[in-house]
């Protein structure tokens, strides 16, 4: 990176409404590569360590999962980070300063993590190379590593609200209405990049692996992917918000942040009624997109056998389908049916990719699961460009890192009862079919059920009622909250 960059970021900004930028092509693929690390990281939390906790040290799915979805749990934080990031700028930067703290944070949090999950699986009788499983007894020591590992995980989901929720409220920053949808695109089909590109390098360093063999492995896998997200997040985003940011010149609480409470946020989040509907749309869409989160890769574990750099590279096919989804949403679907039918369509197009890795499963065809999987990633695709569209067309600009941050409690608050439920139903299923198949299916059958529930509340949504209501409303709000 430039040095004049490093330099900006000693400056004071100087914004003014008319001498603005606009993004080009170049600078959008750059703002991408931060959602590539995100999907790097997430590659290692529920691609491999829930593969190493459930299905190699044979921890219980409900107490793995539910460690894991504490990171999620704690997402309450991203509105008042979001709201942080609005009002109160670091060194005269709205988005820059929380983005990198957050990141840096982030990576030391799942290291540490990784660190308690082998004495977790020490403490349930495995022997010291994991070559066996001898009858594991859940104890008062294990119950204290789990309790350790779901704080270290709750302290990573705070590091990440603090950094994605202000990222993504830079992305609204530094767009305008007529290239935002490009932008969108771009920067989420990066992160798919990031997926696919952690599944590769996954497959590679952890194939071979023995099980005098995994811990060292897997410890090498954690510590170079957080080191290359680190680099990635950093070239991002340095210089980017003093250049582009159209945060001052579009805000009518310029000159005032400091005075926005979290109070009058949410009382600005509860100006319109639609925020409420795309609010609940975006819970049980989640809710009903990751169930699979903390199973598939044991799923192909179990029922086809792979190994364990083979099921983590399960990834990369729903990686490939999902950008290939996101390409053919950005370019034809949203321009012809628009970024709600888009949304709508790619719940029933997930749906049916469900059906389909259950037909996997009762065939036993490995090949049909890569298939299943491919499919399933080029519905989320689709998905995906269509619900973040329409989010972004459903915040306000005059607090966006407030709005943003709602969006992402919702989907964090679903995504992580989608990581417990999807455990706990797995337990479920084992107590009730003696075929891992069916105890699997399970939680297939129910992501199905909820996608269909999520296009009937999809239908309650109105951009244009949103649009003509919530600018009024919310300039009413701020009126009596600050004088």
């Not at 709005?403 to 299923?429: E, M, P, Y």
């Amino acid at each position: 990176m430039a040095t004049s960059d490093l330099s900006d970021w000693q400056e004071s900004p100087a914004i003014t409404a008319s001498s603005l930028p606009r993004l080009r092509l170049l600078t959008m693929f750059r703002l991408g590569l931060f959602q590539m690390g995100l999907g790097m990281l997430s590659l290692l939390t529920l691609g491999v360590l829930n593969q190493v906790m459930i299905s190699e040290l044979k921890v219980p799915g409900t107490i793995a999962a539910g460690a894991i979805a504490m990171y999620q749990f704690v997402s309450p934080a991203r509105v008042w980070f979001g709201q942080r990031s609005d009002a109160r700028p670091i060194r005269g930067y709205h988005r820059t300063g929380y983005i990198w703290l957050g990141l840096c944070f982030q990576v030391i949090c799942l290291f540490l993590a990784l660190q308690v999950v082998w004495q977790l699986g020490h403490s349930l009788h495995v022997s010291s190379q994991f070559e066996a499983i001898v009858a594991p007894v859940w104890t008062l020591e294990s119950t204290a590593w789990s309790v350790l590992l779901a704080c270290i995980f709750a302290l990573y989901g705070l590091c990440i609200s603090a950094s994605s929720t202000p990222f993504t409220a830079l992305l609204v920053d530094v767009s305008d209405e007529d290239n935002r949808s490009k932008l969108v695109g771009i920067v989420w089909s990066m992160l798919m990049v990031g997926i696919v590109v952690g599944a590769i390098t996954g497959e590679r360093l952890l194939a071979g692996l023995t099980p005098e063999t995994l811990q060292s492995g897997v410890n090498r896998l954690f510590m170079i992917v957080p080191l290359a997200v680190l680099c990635l997040g950093f070239i991002a985003t340095v210089g980017i918000e003093k250049k582009y940011s159209r945060y001052a010149s579009r805000s009518t609480l310029e000159g005032r942040e400091d005075q926005i409470t979290l109070n009058t946020a949410l009382k600005v989040l509860t100006a319109s009624r639609q925020t409420g509907f795309f609010f609940a749309f975006l819970l049980v869409m989640t809710l009903s997109l990751f169930l699979q989160q903390p199973i598939l890769e044991p799923y192909a574990r179990e029922v086809f056998g792979m190994t364990l750099g083979e099921s983590a590279g399960l990834n990369k096919y729903w990686g490939y389908g999902i950008l290939t989804g996101m390409a053919i949403a950005g370019f034809l679907i949203v321009p012809r049916l628009g970024k709600q039918s888009t949304a709508r369509l790619g719940c029933l197009f997930t749906a049916a990719s469900f059906l389909l890795v259950i037909l996997s499963g009762l065939t036993q065809n490995p090949s049909l699961l890569k298939a299943a999987v491919g499919v399933f990633g080029v519905a989320s695709g689709i998905l995906t460009n269509g619900a973040v569209s329409l989010m972004l067309d459903l915040t306000a600009a005059e607090t966006a890192g407030t709005f943003v941050g709602a969006w992402g409690l919702a989907q964090a608050l679903s995504q992580a009862s989608a990581t417990v439920a999807g455990g706990a139903l797995l337990d479920l299923g084992r107590s009730l079919f003696p075929q891992p198949v069916f105890a699997f299916g399970l939680v297939f059958a129910c992501q199905t059920l909820g996608m269909l529930l999520a296009v009937v509340i999809l239908n309650q949504v109105n951009v244009l009622e949103f649009q003509e209501n919530a600018k009024r409303a919310i300039a009413s709000v701020l009126e009596q909250e600050i004088t």
